[in-house]
């Protein structure tokens, strides 16, 4: 299946659905990594959106990215409740590998149990230096 | 065969659940998962015939079956932290399997759907009424009106959103009940599409939390038979704190960006799809089932003040006993932070605790006389908000805190109001600018001599303070919503109760509010 009939299966799943629009860009970013401009123009002519409806979309929300990101990301929560565990210690120590992105969340729900982190849907509580360095270091 | 209970909830997960159950199982014991007690401090918790065991470590597991480990903190239930709860929305958390209908209708699933049928929608939202239940998600306006409104709008199309948008830090309530008790949400939803009249629900969840939609979905399949006519939908957000305010949300599962909509009009008269809709919280729905089934009375006899009931409050942040405690309103904060949490997990003196999340105030020890209440709280210059309770310890910094409350409402602005979305940024200049004791002086535009008006002298730091102090009055008062509105009582309340941090020698804050 090519990434167009990809897509047209995407839009066709959805067709009919009230308020769309996130779902559709969910599976598209599941689907390809990222949602890209030629993904944007297909996707406004299939809801019957202007481009600049959907790209508005898109880049409002965090979630979605426009360019793909190739390397695994790990999702650190920096928010009040980690802060108070000491999770802005535990950044400033991390080292920079470029094989990993990590990206700042803003609360993962893991307030009591935190510095927390996630990679994909798996969740990391209790971190401290040493654990948080070992979980980037398993990623590269 | 020894039945090993341990939660797949996220918070246990994160600990290392799933590896301790991997080790019972191995050891050859019958591994049930269920929902999370809610003492995270003891995750992973093992309750094996009511006696509990934790923080556990797959290495622990030999000790534990041989009766010989250290970590045994004898019956659950009769824990302090568990015994002096009064759990009505918590009732199951810790003894059921999420995902069992038949865990759910054998402890009284399912019985308050059964009663609203037999009493009708007027005689329902009555009783919803009559419990005094008011919002969970911080606002606390009573659910019984808001049904009524939504009840008495026309058109044969209506909505019921539950808000599971939950992005304040140190909240965390609202993901146990859907990871642990996801019927009695799917329930409480059916019982107010009942009573409004309508047919269809969504509940918008975060991204953020996977396995809280993940158990969803199951659920709602499982469900069917049980709420059918009345169908459940989830939708998951897709990363915009801003969503959690009610219409940034129903603008988003519109499929739109999620920017604040102006009220009037009020979302129970046109909501969804410009729909009559009842947008409540996770903990408001999840809290309906009770009242149905025991009466709004029972409910009501419970809390303080004007707040009845009960409320999950959620500690976290550097805390000893971290966790979910559910209690009626009026337990002070003091109690809430020193006898039930602990004190600090560090073990250092508690300097300020942040109640209802990123938009809430922090409160200095001197607050922890307050008692948990919705007025209370609010004349003190704080709110309940979603009832999360990050605790610091002496080395918090708080002219750092208050600045990152600027910075977070700066990310999450939806953009639609400019206090929010202007002043929040200029409030990080200037908090910067305070924490450099730097003052400003006049720019190259302002030094021109044909601007007239422009001030040309440097601006001293007690004018930055006044000037933060005008600035907060501005987002307070001029935003759309919470977010640009309550940002302030952070920043505000950090500036009052610890000038020092802010480099302001002698505190005359009350005088200059």
């Keep these: 299946m090519t990434d167009h009939d990809e897509l047209d299966a995407i839009l066709a799943a959805h067709a009919g659905r009230e308020g769309a629009l996130l779902p559709i860009l969910h599976d598209v970013q599941g689907a390809f990594g990222h949602v890209s401009e030629t993904s944007v123009r297909r996707i406004a002519q299939a809801l019957n959106l202007t481009r600049a409806e959907v790209h508005g979309v898109v880049s409002f929300y965090h979630d979605f990215r426009e360019e793909p990101e190739n390397r695994p990301v790990l999702k650190l929560c920096r928010a009040e409740s980690c802060q108070a565990r000491g999770v802005e210690a535990l950044a400033a120590a991390l080292p920079d590998n470029p094989r990993v992105k990590v990206e700042t969340v803003y609360c993962l729900g893991l307030c009591s149990v935190g510095p927390a982190a996630m990679i994909g849907h798996e969740v990391h509580g209790r971190l401290d230096v040493a654990r948080l360095g070992a979980l980037v270091e398993s990623l590269a | ?513």
């Design chain 2, 1 to 513: 065969m020894t039945v090993v209970r341990i939660s797949d909830d996220a918070a246990a997960l994160a600990c290392g659940a799933n590896a301790v159950a991997a080790a019972f199982a191995a050891a050859g014991c019958d591994v049930e998962r269920v929902s999370s007690w809610g003492m995270h401090w003891l995750e992973p918790l093992v309750d094996i015939d009511g006696q509990g065991f934790g923080p556990l470590e797959p290495g622990d597991v030999e000790a534990v079956l041989a009766g010989t480990s250290p970590k045994a903190i004898g019956r659950i239930a009769e824990h302090p932290f568990i015994a002096r709860q009064q759990r009505f929305t918590f009732a199951r958390a810790g003894k059921t399997r999420p995902l069992s209908l038949d865990d759910y209708a054998a402890t009284g699933g399912w019985a308050g759907l059964k009663r609203a049928r037999e009493l009708g929608p007027e005689a329902t939202i009555a009783e919803v009424t009559h419990s005094g239940l008011r919002g969970r998600g911080g606002a606390g306006f009573p659910a019984g009106i808001k049904w009524t409104t939504v009840a008495k709008a026309a058109g044969p199309v209506k909505y019921i959103v539950c808000n599971a948008d939950e992005g304040d830090s140190a909240t965390f309530a609202d993901r146990m009940v859907m990871e642990g008790d996801p019927f009695m949400l799917i329930e409480g939803m059916a019982i107010a599409g009942h009573a409004v009249g309508a047919g269809k629900g969504y509940i918008y969840v975060r991204s953020e939390y996977p396995h809280a939609i993940a158990k969803l979905n199951t659920a709602i399949a499982l469900a069917v038979p049980h709420i059918a006519p009345f169908e459940v939908e989830v939708r998951v957000g897709a990363g915009a704190y801003v969503c959690g305010e009610e219409t940034s949300l129903l603008n988003s599962l519109e499929g739109k960006r999620g920017e604040v909509r102006a009220k009037p009009p009020l979302p129970a008269l046109e909501g969804l799809f410009g729909k009559p809709t009842v947008v409540n919280n996770v903990l408001t729905l999840a809290a309906v089932p009770w009242i149905l089934a025991n009466g709004g009375q029972a409910y009501a006899e419970v809390g303080f003040g004007r707040s009845r009931g009960t409320m999950p409050i959620q500690l976290a942040g550097n805390v000893k006993h971290g966790g979910l405690f559910e209690i009626g309103f009026g337990v002070t904060l003091g109690e809430l932070v020193f006898d039930i949490g602990g004190g600090t997990a560090t073990g250092r003196p508690v300097r300020a605790v942040q109640v209802g999340g990123p938009l809430g105030a922090y409160h200095p020890p001197a607050d922890f006389h307050l008692p948990f209440d919705y007025e209370a709280f609010s004349s003190a210059d704080g709110l309940i908000g979603h009832a999360g309770l990050t605790v610091f310890d002496e080395t918090a910094d708080m002219s750092a805190q208050a600045r990152f409350a600027m910075s977070f409402c700066a990310a999450e602005s939806c953009g639609k109001c400019t206090p929010c979305r202007i002043g929040s940024t200029r409030g990080v200049e200037l908090i910067d600018r305070i924490r450099a004791r730097a003052g400003r002086a006049a720019d190259k535009v302002e030094a021109l001599p044909q601007m007239h008006n422009a001030r040309k002298a440097p601006r001293t730091l007690a004018e930055d303070v006044t000037l933060l102090e005008d600035l907060c009055e501005t987002m307070k008062f001029g935003s759309l919503c919470a977010l640009g509105g309550f940002t302030p009582y952070p920043v505000l309340s950090a500036l009052k109760h610890w000038p020092e941090d802010f480099g302001v020698a002698v505190p005359d804050q009350d005088a200059a509010e």
